[in-house]
């Protein structure tokens, strides 16, 4: 069964392309490791809510934007190793300093509950 890493951050809008060059790093990374695909997206449609809402989770101020990140893994098994791999690899202590505060990255794992698309008739995993 699949599993999923699930990110939420706050990206500077002025750091737009340098956040995408960052993803583009590390995302290599995680399909190198076994992931099966890694999607970033951009806010551009995020309501600020009335109690809660993506700003508020991650403390984004009018110059940022939320972005939501998920990494798409065959299963829990090859995840882990995947991770712990990335952690080991060298490539990931670069001196260069991410183009956001990591202190307010939320993130996740989660093993998928229901799954619809086109032929599929939504039967729980």
């Not at 939501?68 to 995840?79: G, I, K, L, Q, Y």
Request: with cysteine.
């Amino acid at each position: 069964m699949s599993y999923v890493d699930g990110f939420l951050a706050a990206v500077p809008l002025a750091n737009k392309s340098a956040f995408v060059e960052h993803a583009r790093q590390m995302d290599s990374l995680f399909l190198e490791f076994g992931a099966l695909r890694v999607v970033e997206c951009w806010g551009d449609d995020v309501p600020h809510g009335k109690w809660t809402d993506f700003y508020r989770a991650v403390q984004a101020g009018e110059d940022e934007a939320v972005v939501f990140s998920w990494v798409e893994w065959p299963d829990r098994e090859t995840r882990d190793a995947g991770m712990q791999a990335m952690m080991d690899d060298p490539r990931m202590n670069t001196d260069q300093p991410m183009p956001f505060d990591g202190k307010r990255l939320i993130y996740g794992g989660f093993s998928p509950l229901l799954e619809i698309s086109q032929g599929n008739s939504g039967q729980p995993r």
